[in-house]
């Protein structure tokens, strides 16, 4: 009963912790999972807020460049801002020579659908006709083709950015000429732009140096800037990135300077009309918001949804942020999950360990209950001999002389028994004689078999010889040697047939002398056969049959090879066992 208990506990045990590592792996799941999405909502506001900040940096440098080089007598200052004029340090910016190369007005003639171009003089500060040079001659058409705006705009004039050249147009009030009238007797303002053309190595420094700084957390990422009606990328930080083929994670409207205000740009709430550019995947977090002016009154400039803004997006260099967590994700699970499988192989081979040492428990236990039964059977057999010698029952001196003989050989086997047991105890190993002998086997059989005599005669059992004659010598311990064959013999008995038979042969073979022992017992199955051998081991049938510690056989093959020979068994279900002993003939072992 107790023993059941503790088999019991133990499997007890083995249920908790295998739950506990399933709570476990369930927990690390989903805490990932959440770390995961945490994670990517982080980055994608990091994302969004260094685009929007790099956006707006860049509008605000580009638009205080053209403030500072906005040509006099446009008409707008006392209209926008007056006292501007007064406050306008013209030309004398670090912004002038890096991001403005050049200026132009173009204006309406009276000729249908004509304009003629000024260029700005920077040493006289005033236009002069000019040709129209071969970089505006798109820009040239797309005015050419433009309705006029009627009447005096109400807030800040059109501005839009174009990248061939990259220049910016900003359409100036002018008042109208005497007479010029629209077909309702209204006033027509003649149309006119002021052209800035932007050095395009210093617009690009300027974007780099905008996302270095914000994107300087964000290495994973790509920025490009975008045309939002065609697509066309005016800037991109990296020649391979193509932003159509990607998920575009952030985006911002940018290139939408003011040079008619000194007022900085700033963000504005998400506008939920602002969408993706066409063509590119959408932002992950939709809309983006718009920088225009914070001056109040000042709306979204009026003309930008007409001619398509540009847009700065960003993307994730793995395809998409979501892939990207998706991978760091998959990555932490494994490395969980090859964590949870060591601790699972650690807690496994615990148990092992644990069990184990139980079944070697419970095998010492059956060594000592065995052991003292083979101790009980030679100390029964000298008592009883001494009891007679010493009550004088028996006084011809040749019984006195068997008796002795009799004790002599239980207390040889009582010596082996109890010299096998410190064996196993690791306190004295039992090891051959250094200085062997030569010994005749048909001797040793001879004797073996008579040693097992009494035990034949228990079990009704027939035991026989068949020994050549002309065996060579082999070399070695005969006390050894002797217990060796008195095991197999003695096995043979016990776990024979009924009756049993067993059969002693010896012969000479060309790899030494072997002997066999064969019973007629039901056999040994083919699946224990690997593990005889081994010490405190039985088979399922044997402690059924007779008592035993399971370490005879090994005690055996110890010896055997301890000698130089082999030991070996061939067995078939219901035909008993043959147990072969193969030992180097005399001539061979020296």
């Known amino acids: 009963m107790p023993s059941r208990t503790r088999s019991i506990r133990f499997w007890l045990i083995v249920a908790v912790l295998i ?39 860049v509008d605000r440098e580009l638009g205080h460049a053209l403030r500072e080089n906005r040509p006099p007598g446009d008409g707008r200052d006392a209209e ?28 309406r003639t009276s000729e ?36 006029p705006r009627r ?17 910016v147009v900003a359409e100036d009030f002018v008042p109208p000429a005497a007479g010029a009238r629209d ?58 990135f193509d932003p159509a083929s990607v998920r575009v994670e952030a985006a911002a409207p940018i290139l939408r300077p003011d040079p008619f205000s000194r007022v900085p740009f700033g963000p504005l709430p998400e506008r939920p009309d602002q969408g993706p550019p066409p063509g590119i995947a959408g932002p992950a ?5 718009d920088y225009v002016l914070d001056a109040p009154g000042h709306g979204s400039p009026p003309g930008m949804a007409d001619h398509g803004g540009w847009q700065l997006v960003v993307a994730h260099r793995a395809g998409s942020l979501q892939a ?10 494994a490395v969980s999950a090859g964590i949870l499988a060591l601790l699972a192989a650690t807690v496994a081979v615990l148990l092992a360990s644990a069990h184990r040492d139980r079944r070697l428990a419970a095998r010492q236990v059956e060594f000592v209950a065995g052991l003292t039964h083979e101790l009980r059977t030679p100390l029964a057999a000298v008592r009883s001999a001494g009891q007679n010698l010493a009550d004088g029952i028996v006084d011809d001196r040749e019984h006195v002389r068997s008796y002795g003989a009799l004790i002599h050989r239980e207390s040889q086997r009582l010596s082996v028994l109890i010299e096998d047991a410190l064996s196993r105890a690791g306190i004295s190993p039992r090891r051959v004689d250094g200085t062997r002998t030569a010994v005749r086997l048909d001797e040793v059989l001879v004797e073996a078999v008579e040693a097992c005599g009494p035990l034949a005669r228990e079990r009704n059992a027939a035991v026989v010889r068949d020994v050549a004659l002309d065996l060579p010598p082999v070399v070695g311990d005969r006390d050894a040697m002797r217990t060796v064959f008195e095991n197999l013999v ?28 064969r019973d007629n017992g039901t056999g040994i199955p083919k699946r224990e056969i690997p593990r005889i051998f081994e010490p405190f081991y039985r088979g399922s049938g044997a402690s059924e049959r007779a008592a035993g510690t399971g370490v005879g056989l090994a005690l055996v093959r110890r010896i055997v090879e301890e000698h130089g020979g082999r030991i070996s068994v061939e067995s078939d279900a219901g035909s008993g066992a043959t147990f072969r002993v193969v030992l180097p003939a005399a001539g061979a072992a020296s």
């Open 19 to 57: 739950v506990l590592l399933g709570v476990l792996a369930t927990l690390q799941y989903r805490w990932i999972g959440e770390v995961s999405d945490a994670e990517r909502e982080r980055a994608r506001t990091a994302a969004d807020a260094a685009v929007r900040a790099s956006a707006a940096e």
């Open 80 to 107: 926008v801002h007056p006292g501007a004029e007064e406050e306008r340090r013209f030309g004398t910016d670090a912004h002038s020579p890096k991001l403005v190369a050049a200026i132009f007005r173009a204006r």
């Open 112 to 147: 249908p659908a004509g304009v003629e171009l000024e260029r700005f003089d920077r040493a006289t500060g005033s236009f002069s006709p000019s040709p129209w040079p071969d970089t505006l001659t798109a820009l040239r058409s797309t005015l050419e083709a433009e309705t």
């Open 151 to 167: 009447g005096s705009p109400p807030g800040p004039p059109p501005v839009r950015f174009v990248d061939a050249p990259p220049a």
């Open 183 to 240: 077909g309702a007797g209204r006033a027509e303002p003649p149309a006119s732009w002021t052209i800035f053309v932007l050095d395009r190595p210093a617009l690009e420094e300027a974007l780099s140096s905008a996302v270095a700084r914000h994107f300087a957390g964000l290495s994973d990422y790509d920025v490009a800037v975008v045309r939002s009606d065609s697509g066309a990328v005016f800037y991109r930080t990296r020649a391979a």
């Open 285 to 289: 977090r939709e809309p983006a918001a």
């Open 324 to 333: 990207a967590v998706a991978a760091t994700r998959a990555r932490n699970l």
């Open 490 to 517: 003695s096995n043979a008995i016990k776990y024979g047939g009924e009756p049993a038979r067993v059969t002693v042969r010896a012969a000479l073979e060309d790899d030494g002398v072997a002997v066999d022992v």
